[in-house]
């Protein structure tokens, strides 16, 4: 019996190397066959080696540019045509739109969209009714919408697709669930963070507040670093660590840019490899999204028993029971933020509770080779379903 041939897409290999670290590789050791497209970078080599399979190189881009997506679309029924994968499934809206459109020219047997969230969400009018039919073009391509999270699910039913059977979640939610022996906080780990705050000056009794993402202005950032200030004045022994690189195409405001540049409590790291041990060095981490789909960054730091603050939106609602593992604040509200931060860092007992209590959580609910068996059922079923294997 021959192999099943997947070909997953996204539009940037941030997503293959980091949002699926590891799922493609667990299919290639079971009989899949996996072939990996996106637009190229430096980092194609180490994707490369971590997932275990081939890469092929695709003219996509985040914004909507019809004459190179037209592009990007012929170079993707080409590949496909040189695969001929049983699967194409795709990640990230782009990648979404053309892979899913030339997997139905191409025929492929088994096409699949995973929503990782939804740009649209944060837009209005003409450009809002633009992405919409994007979208539903998309999920009007593909066999199957695999929303990563539930409240994502109920916002495609009731806006874009109602089609219940068509669209669905797989396991509990996350695109790629949580390697819970990876983030925990072994000695080890937990020395790695206690080196880092003590090679910046930070203090054993001072809090560190972590954020971990893109460091894009749909992340929160601006009202973070705003809080960040206004706790400064009551709470001079705060100090924020922000892990993540900046995102060029949604900028922070120049005065977010500024502050964080300047202000000597504040340590930006930027895109790190590995983030356990500046996980670690945090005290509390705080998610303010606009939108997402299912943050594996939050997942994360649950999984390390870190109290969390996240916006009541939806993935970060299905990770986060308000007042038990976590606290949920209102998405822009710098208030909110403040006051949140300051209930977890003026009793440090019940802090370190929520932590244990969501840490779980996610071992109960989001353990990552459950997910993953899971996906390779899925795409076993459809196949067997589609060609009689």
């Not at 996106?38 to 092929?56: E, G, M, N, Y």
Request: hydrophobic fraction near 40%; glycine fraction near 6%; charge should be positive.
């Amino acid at each position: 019996m021959s192999k099943i041939k997947l070909l997953r897409i996204s539009t940037e290999t941030y997503s293959l190397r980091i949002l699926l670290k590891g799922q493609l590789k667990y299919m290639s050791q079971r009989d899949i066959e996996v072939y990996m497209a996106s637009t190229p970078d430096s980092h194609v080599p180490d994707l490369i080696r971590d997932q275990k399979a081939d890469f092929f190189p695709l003219p996509l881009s985040r914004e909507l540019t019809p004459i190179k997506d037209l592009i990007a679309l012929f170079h993707t029924i080409r590949l496909i045509r040189r695969l001929k994968p049983d699967i194409v499934h795709t990640h990230s809206p782009k990648a979404g739109t053309v892979g899913m459109l030339a997997a139905f020219l191409c025929r492929v047997p088994v096409k699949m969209h995973t929503v990782a969230g939804l740009p649209l969400m944060e837009v209005n009018g003409a450009k809002r009714i633009l992405l919409d039919s994007v979208e539903k073009f998309t999920y009007w391509c593909a066999d199957w919408v695999l929303p990563n999270s539930f409240e994502l699910r109920s916002f495609i039913l009731n806006n874009l697709l109602p089609d219940e059977k068509k669209v669905i979640v797989l396991g509990n939610g996350s695109s790629n669930g949580i390697d819970l022996d990876y983030f925990s906080s072994t000695g080890s780990v937990f020395q790695e963070g206690r080196k880092f705050r003590l090679e910046n000056g930070i203090k054993e009794e001072e809090i560190v507040l972590g954020f971990m993402g893109r460091l894009a202005f749909y992340k929160g950032v601006n009202e973070l670093v705003e809080a960040f200030l206004i706790l400064q004045k009551t709470h001079p022994n705060v100090k924020l660590l922000l892990i993540g690189a900046p995102e060029a195409l949604n900028p922070l405001k120049e005065s977010t840019e500024r502050e964080i540049k300047n202000n000597n409590s504040i340590f930006a790291v930027g895109h790190q490899k590995d983030v356990r041990k500046f996980l670690a060095a945090s005290d509390i981490f705080v998610f303010p999204s606009y939108r997402e789909g299912f943050p594996q960054a939050l997942l994360q730091a649950s999984g390390m028993a870190i109290p969390c603050i996240a916006t009541d939106i939806n993935g970060c609602n299905e990770m986060i029971e308000n007042g038990k593992t976590g606290f949920l604040i209102p998405p822009k509200d710098v208030e909110a933020i403040v006051v949140a931060c300051e209930k977890l860092i003026e009793n440090r007992q019940a802090s370190r509770e929520m932590g244990k209590l969501a840490q779980q959580f996610v071992l109960q609910n989001f353990e990552q080779q459950q997910l993953w068996r899971t996906i390779l059922a899925f795409y076993n079923e459809n196949v067997s379903q589609k060609s009689g294997r």
